[in-house]
């Protein structure tokens, strides 16, 4: 014995305890988070994927983080700096007189500051991704201690340099 | 076969030495402390000196083989921290190859460099400098 209007009640009840498509607000394209917005995860099944940073509010280990890679680039040019260094040594009196010229100018003591300054920078965070590493200080607290010594360090590391370099008279603009 | 072996079949490994890279950046890390904090205490006894005193100093034995190796662990440090950014952020291919092996060249050539200046002031002393004696 069929019971047609209670059975289309029931499917109506199931079918309004399911959002409905339509009642969804509209999707925004640019933020779909099953999009994939860098062609980069074509996967059989939408799955979720991790935030892209656009999504994330700053925080200090995220900083660090991105410090400890932008600083490691500037040891990069640090070290060609430092290979014209040692080249213009090897070149010879005249060759380093020119690279001395260029070291003591405005822009030589600019690169020379910065390459100090990502070295203490990246001396420090080297060691706190060792710390890590090992396990150990990996809770939030813990973390955001690290990456605010870190850059503490690198500060005041890179300052208390130069202004002995001054203070000695090595140094002067 | 048990389940679990099933599933070690299908996850994708490394062939052997996944680990071996990661370990080889830290164990440079590890030297660099040490290397580092010689090469800022180096260079601030350095710094503003002339020709003749930067001359004398990388005639010395230990500064010539402590910046040596300052530069080489350094250079390959460099490499593999670089590879880790463009291979993190460069997804086109060509570009990513074309990047990695400019990396590649790039390091290489800055540790030629500095090696072969270091060794050519090192040793262009009277040989009497050679090991104090």
Not at chain 1, 36 to 47: E, S
Request: aromatic share 10%.
């Amino acid at each position: 014995m069929s019971r047609p209007g209670l059975a289309k009640g029931l499917e109506d009840d199931i079918r309004s305890m399911a959002t409905p498509e339509t009642a969804r607000p509209a999707a925004d394209p640019t933020n779909e988070p099953r999009d994939d917005q860098t062609g980069r995860f074509r996967a059989p099944h939408p799955r979720p994927l991790s935030p892209h940073l656009q999504v994330w509010r700053w925080h200090v280990t995220m900083a660090a983080s991105i410090l400890h890679r932008m600083s490691g680039i500037g040891l990069y040019i640090g070290a060609i700096l430092v290979t014209a260094w040692l080249l213009s040594l090897a070149a010879g009196p005249e060759a380093y007189e020119r690279f001395a010229a260029f070291g003591g100018s405005w822009l030589g003591l600019l690169l020379w500051f910065a390459f100090s300054a990502a070295g203490f920078y990246h001396l420090a965070s080297g060691l706190r991704h060792l710390v890590w590493d090992t396990g150990r200080s990996l809770d939030v607290p813990s973390a955001n201690a690290w990456a605010w010594g870190t850059i503490v360090f690198a500060a005041v590391a890179t300052v208390a340099f130069w202004a002995l370099l001054f203070a000695q008279g090595r140094i002067s603009l | 076969m048990s389940r679990i072996d099933a599933a070690r079949v299908r996850v994708p490994k490394a062939a052997g030495h996944g680990a071996g890279t990661w370990i080889k950046e830290r164990v440079e890390a590890i030297a660099l402390i040490p290397l580092s904090l010689w090469a800022f205490w180096a260079a601030a006894h350095l710094a503003g000196a002339g020709y003749q005193a930067m001359v004398e100093w990388l005639r010395q034995p230990l500064n010539a083989v402590l910046l040596a190796l300052f530069v080489l662990i350094s250079v390959d440090h460099m490499r593999l921290g670089l590879r880790v950014v463009v291979e993190d952020y460069i997804h086109r291919p060509g570009n990513k190859a074309a990047l990695l092996l400019l990396n590649l060249f790039v390091c290489g050539l800055i540790g030629a460099l500095a090696l072969f200046a270091i060794l050519k002031v090192a040793l262009s002393g009277p040989a009497n400098t050679l090991f104090g004696a």
